[in-house]
């Protein structure tokens, strides 16, 4: 246990552990009890501590993470408890006896949090209130068990949800626990290291050069023309649909074949370029909503287009693909490019993933033109080997 002056830029660069321990602690040196704890696990980064006495033992009382306080902050923290210590009060039973319920901590802190700081808000909101806080909910913040989530985890497996919806349940009560802990409101998180299903649910959902055009031809001749030039300008552009319907005539430079998405609309949260192929120029020349501020307009209310899911199983029915998603269209879109030859870092780029790993989905697309460029050594190869054979026959 080291006792150091700590200062902010310890703090933000000098946090390591010795390879041979696996959590060391720096103390302060004006602030007695108060030190920061490093995991070798986590290097750079570490959390407030107060050491204190309780009725003759030693206690803890956890301040916070070093990346969400300040040093200034921990510090001035840790002397108010240090303050409320010597008045009589223990850090550790005013919590108990504050009983915080999951159910207060999730509606109180957490659902507020993630509105300010996540875009799917909204499905984190119905997980929580369809299912979580009717389990947990009651439970104290600090009584919630592995086992309890990982029975429930298995227990939504067996009402028949999907792998995928079992793991997303357990990620974000995961999530919430991780957050309880940064904020000092628990010691740690205890389904840290529970294992998900990960069941490979990836569906492309991808169309035969016959189903591509009956799609085709419902989309060019239904008469409602607004959501069907959408689906088009989708399969033309790998576009996310909400992207879609939130594209504005200013970002869109015909002169340059450009669509600029702005970081508010994009997933990454970057600004990002797609590029406008010839049918999706052609799509915009067919839009009659130049005088408006977005490209996909209702025709009934005159605002920008929202609510399109009845009018497309309308569409892809009569198409004779009811499983076909709107999301698909992206997909198929991505097989156009990786199938004539594109690499899988220009796929990445026009359809705007973060990660390689993203795109590494449709490298099993490639095969066709990997055969096709191995196909072309056979005009070389053959008349070769007819000569050899005809000198050894």
Same mark, same amino acid.
């Given at each position: 246990?080291?006792?150091?002056?700590?200062?902010?830029?310890?703090?933000?660069?000098?946090?390591?552990?010795?390879?041979?321990?696996?959590?060391?602690?720096?103390?302060?040196?004006?602030?007695?009890?108060?030190?920061?704890?490093?995991? +070798?696990?986590?290097? @750079?980064?570490?959390?407030?501590?107060?050491?204190?006495?309780?009725? @003759?033992?030693?206690?803890?009382?956890?301040?916070?993470?070093?990346?969400? #306080?300040?040093?200034?902050?921990?510090?001035?923290?840790?002397?108010?408890?240090?303050?409320?210590?010597?008045?009589?009060?223990?850090?550790?039973?005013?919590?108990?006896?504050?009983?915080?319920?999951?159910?207060?901590?999730?509606?109180?802190?957490?659902?507020?949090?993630?509105?300010?700081?996540?875009?799917?808000?909204?499905?984190?909101?119905?997980?929580?209130?369809?299912?979580?806080?009717?389990?947990?909910?009651?439970?104290?913040?600090?009584?919630?068990?592995?086992?309890?989530?990982?029975?429930?985890?298995?227990?939504?497996?067996?009402?028949? *949800?999907?792998?995928?919806?079992?793991?997303?349940?357990?990620?974000?009560?995961? +999530?919430? *626990?991780?957050?309880?802990?940064?904020?000092?409101?628990?010691?740690?998180?205890?389904?840290?290291?529970?294992?998900?299903?990960?069941?490979?649910?990836?569906?492309?959902?991808?169309?035969?050069?016959?189903?591509?055009?009956?799609?085709?031809?419902?989309?060019?001749?239904?008469?409602?023309?607004?959501?069907?030039? #959408?689906?088009?300008?989708?399969?033309?552009?790998?576009?996310?649909?909400?992207?879609?319907?939130?594209?504005?005539?200013?970002?869109?430079?015909?002169?340059?074949?450009?669509?600029?998405?702005?970081?508010?609309?994009?997933?990454?949260?970057?600004?990002?370029?797609?590029? *406008?192929?010839?049918?999706?120029?052609?799509?915009?020349?067919?839009?009659?909503?130049?005088?408006?501020?977005?490209?996909?307009?209702?025709?009934?209310? @005159?605002?920008? #287009?929202?609510?399109?899911?009845?009018?497309?199983?309308?569409?892809?029915?009569?198409?004779?693909?009811?499983?076909?998603?709107?999301?698909?269209?992206?997909?198929?879109?991505?097989?156009?490019?990786?199938?004539?030859?594109?690499?899988?870092?220009?796929?990445?780029?026009?359809?705007?993933?973060?990660?390689?790993?993203?795109?590494?989905?449709?490298?099993? #697309?490639?095969?066709?033109?990997?055969?096709?460029?191995?196909?072309?050594?056979?005009?070389?190869?053959?008349?070769?080997?007819?000569?050899?054979?005809?000198?050894? @026959?």
């Amino acid at each position: 246990m080291p006792i150091i002056n700590l200062t902010q830029t310890f703090i933000t660069k000098h946090l390591t552990c010795p390879p041979d321990k696996s959590r060391i602690e720096y103390c302060d040196q004006s602030v007695s009890g108060f030190y920061v704890e490093v995991r +070798r696990t986590a290097p @750079g980064k570490g959390s407030y501590y107060l050491r204190y006495k309780n009725a @003759g033992k030693t206690a803890h009382q956890r301040i916070g993470t070093t990346d969400t #306080l300040s040093l200034v902050d921990a510090r001035n923290k840790a002397k108010q408890l240090k303050a409320e210590i010597a008045a009589g009060t223990d850090p550790k039973q005013t919590a108990t006896d504050a009983e915080l319920t999951y159910a207060s901590f999730l509606q109180q802190k957490y659902l507020p949090y993630a509105k300010r700081h996540k875009r799917s808000y909204r499905f984190d909101e119905g997980l929580i209130n369809n299912r979580i806080i009717k389990r947990f909910g009651r439970y104290p913040l600090t009584k919630i068990t592995r086992s309890e989530v990982q029975s429930f985890h298995s227990e939504l497996h067996d009402q028949d *949800l999907s792998p995928a919806t079992c793991d997303h349940h357990l990620k974000l009560i995961r +999530r919430t *626990l991780n957050l309880a802990v940064d904020w000092g409101l628990i010691e740690s998180n205890p389904i840290k290291r529970i294992e998900l299903f990960k069941v490979d649910n990836q569906l492309d959902n991808l169309l035969t050069d016959q189903q591509l055009q009956s799609l085709l031809s419902v989309l060019r001749n239904d008469e409602n023309k607004m959501v069907c030039r #959408l689906a088009l300008f989708l399969l033309s552009t790998g576009a996310r649909l909400g992207e879609a319907l939130k594209a504005r005539w200013m970002d869109i430079d015909t002169g340059n074949r450009v669509w600029r998405i702005p970081a508010s609309n994009s997933k990454s949260k970057r600004i990002r370029s797609v590029p *406008l192929n010839g049918s999706a120029l052609s799509i915009l020349e067919e839009l009659d909503t130049h005088n408006h501020t977005f490209l996909f307009v209702s025709s009934q209310t @005159g605002e920008r #287009l929202k609510y399109v899911h009845k009018v497309w199983r309308r569409l892809r029915a009569q198409a004779g693909l009811p499983q076909l998603r709107l999301h698909d269209l992206r997909h198929q879109y991505a097989s156009f490019l990786v199938n004539n030859g594109r690499s899988l870092y220009e796929v990445q780029q026009i359809l705007g993933h973060s990660s390689p790993t993203v795109t590494q989905r449709y490298a099993h #697309l490639s095969t066709r033109s990997l055969q096709d460029a191995a196909e072309s050594a056979t005009s070389r190869l053959l008349p070769m080997a007819t000569e050899a054979d005809l000198e050894t @026959g």
